[in-house]
C-alpha cells in the first residue's frame, strides 16, 4: 500500500514538472536581455578550446569570475549567433533538474525529522511543485544571464542532498558519514561558488537545518559535534559576517554613484525583502521582472513603513532564534530566508532589487508551509485543495508571464509602460522601436522619458548618436548644449560609459553637424564634474582611457602617455596594459615597455585564474617588443 502511494506522488511530481516544462515554453521565443550581451558577448569569439578557456576566466559578474558557469555557456557557444532559444531550453532544463533535487534533498530532511515515507514524499514533492511553479523565480530561469543563479542553487542542493545522504548513515559509521557529510559540503560549497558567490552560503545554511528541524546526531560525542560544527558550519558564517562587515563603511564615490549607504541599503532591503514575500504568495505577472531598478530608498527608520518592516524581521529573528527548537519548522522558515539572503540583501552595494535572487532562499518557507498543511493535524482534504490552488493560480501566473517574455516587442512596449521610470525598459523598448518604427520613433521615446524624469538625461548621448547616424547633415549644437548641462546632474549608470563610446566612434567615422570626437570629450568631461561620476574609479578608468585614445587620435604622444597612466592609477585593465605597452613600443621606448610589463606583472589579480591569464597577455606583450625590438634593429639606418 505504501509503495503504491509513493509511486503515485512520484507520477504525479513527474506530471507537475511536465506541466512546468510546458507553463515555460511560450518564453522559448524571447530575447536576450541587458546583462546578456554584457556577460555572455564574449561567446562570439570561442571558437575552439582556447578561446573557450579565455572566455570561462575572463568574467566579469562577480569577484570569482564565476567561470563554472561561463563553462556551461562556452559549451553552446556556436549557437550564441542563432539567438535565445537555445539558451532558454537549457535554462528552463536545468530548474525542473533543481526542482527533482530539491525534492529529493526535502524528502530526505523530513525522513530524518522522522517522518513517515509516505508524508515526507507528499511534503517533498508539494514544496518542489510550489517552488517550480513559482513565478516570483520565473526570471532566473529567463534572464539568461541568471544561468549562474540556477547553476550555483544546483550544486547546493546536491551538497545538501549529498549532506543528508551521509548524516542519515552516521548512527552506523559515524567517522565515514562525518567525512561524506564535510566532502558534501565543501564540494557543493567550491562548485556553487564557482558559478554564484551565493554558494558561499550553503555552509550557513545547512547550521539553519542543524540549529532547527535535525536532531544532534546520538552516536557523535557532545565534544567532537562542536569541533565539527564550528570548523564546517560556524566558522565559514562567521568569516562571511567579517567579509559582510569590511562593507559597513562605503567609500564616498560609492555613495555618490549607488545613491545610498550601507545603513541605507539595509534598511531598504528589509522592506524589499518583505516585497518578495508577497509576490512569492500572489506572483501577479505585472508586478514581476527584471526592470524594477526605480526603488525607492528608505533614508531612516522614520518612515513608518521601513521601521514596521526592520522591526518584524528583528522580532521574527529573535523569535525564531530563541524558540528555534520548540517551533522548529516556523524558525526553519525565518531563519532560511533570511540567511539564504545574507549576501545579496544586505549591505554588498548590490542593486537593489531583483527577484532571481529569491530561488534558494524561498525554499525554507515553502517546506514549513507545505508540512504544516500535509503534516498531522493539519493534513486533509482543505489542505491539499489549498495546496493544488496555489500550485495553478501559480501555473497560470507563470504560463502568462512566459507568454509575454516570448513576444518581445509587445513585451518591451509593456514593460516600458509598467517601469517608464527604468532606463532599463525605454533602452529596451527603444530596439524594437527602432526596427519596427524608425529612429524617429526612438527620438521620441527618449525625449518624452527624460522630460519626465530628468535624472536619465544621459540617454540623450545614444539619441544624439542615433541622430547623427540617420540625419548627419542637420545642427546638433543646440541638443549638445542642453547636454552638458544634463550630464552635470544626472543619475549614475555604467552604461553611459558605453553611450560615450559609442557616439565617440559614430562621431570619428562620419561626419555630423555640431558634433565630432572633441564634442564628444566635452560630453565626458561634463560628466566628470557630475559629482556620482567625479571619484568612480571605473568611470575615471573609462574617462582617461577615452583622452587617451583622442590624444593618440591627434598626434599627441606625451598627452596619450600621461592619461593611460591615469587610467591605470584608477585600475588596471589587460586592455590598458596593452595600449601601454604598444604605444611605447610604438614610440621607441622598448626599456620603458619592458619596465611597465614588469610593473604590472606586480599586479595580478588576486583571483588565482585570473592572475595566470593576467601574466599570459603579459607574456604576449614582453614578446611582442622583444620581436618589435629585433625588427627595429635590423632595419638600414638612414
Known sequence: MMLRQNRRTLIGFGAVLAFAWFCYQPAISGAF???????????????????????MFTGIAGPTGRPLALASFALQAEQWTQGPSAFLRVNILIHLVNAALLAAFLYQLSIQRAVARYEAALVATAAASLWVLMPLLVTASLLIVQRMTTLSAMFMLLGLNGYLYSRARIGIRPKQALAGMSASLIAGTVLATLCKESGLLLPALVLVLEETVLERPGSVRVRDWRIYAWTFLILPLVLLLVYLA???????????????NAWERFMTEGRILWVYLAKAVVGIPGQLGIYQESQAVSRSLASPETILACVAWSGLFLASTV???????????????????LIESTVVPLELYFEHRNYIPVIGPLFALASSLIMPPARGRIAGLLVAAIAIINAWFLYSFATLSGDPPFAARYWAAKNPGSHRAVM???????????????????????????????????????????????D????VQQLERQLTTVDFRY????????????????KCGGVDPATVISLAEALHTNLRYTNDPVYNQFYHKMLAIHAREQGNYDAMIEHLRQ?????????????????????????AARNFIDNAEALRPANPVQAIMWQRDLDILREHIRKLEQYVRTQPRG
Open 495 to 510: 552604461a553611459a560609459t558605453k553611450m560615450l563610446s559609442d557616439l565617440y566612434s559614430t562621431t570619428s567615422n562620419t
Open 246 to 260: 569590511s562593507w559597513l563603511d562605503y567609500p564616498d564615490h560609492l555613495v555618490a554613484s549607488r545613491g545610498f
Open 33 to 55: 536581455q541587458f546583462d546578456d550581451y554584457g556577460n555572455l558577448g564574449g561567446l562570439a569569439e570561442v571558437e575552439d578550446t582556447a578561446s573557450a578557456i579565455e572566455f
Open 428 to 474: 529596451n523598448l527603444a530596439i524594437y522601436e527602432l526596427e519596427e518604427e524608425g529612429p524617429l520613433a526612438v527620438v521620441d521615446t527618449i525625449e518624452s522619458t527624460i522630460s519626465t524624469y530628468p535624472g536619465l538625461g544621459y540617454m540623450r548621448i545614444p539619441q544624439l548618436d542615433l541622430l547623427c547616424q540617420i540625419a548627419p547633415e542637420n
Open 567 to 591: 587610467a591605470i592609477a584608477h585600475g588596471q585593465s589587460s586592455d590598458i596594459n596593452k595600449m601601454m605597452v604598444t604605444t611605447l613600443g610604438g614610440a621607441g621606448e622598448f626599456d
Open 323 to 341: 524558540w528555534r527548537r520548540r517551533y522548529p519548522l516556523f524558525s526553519l522558515a525565518v531563519l532560511w530566508y533570511l540567511v539564504g539572503h
Open 476 to 479: 546638433y549644437r543646440e541638443i
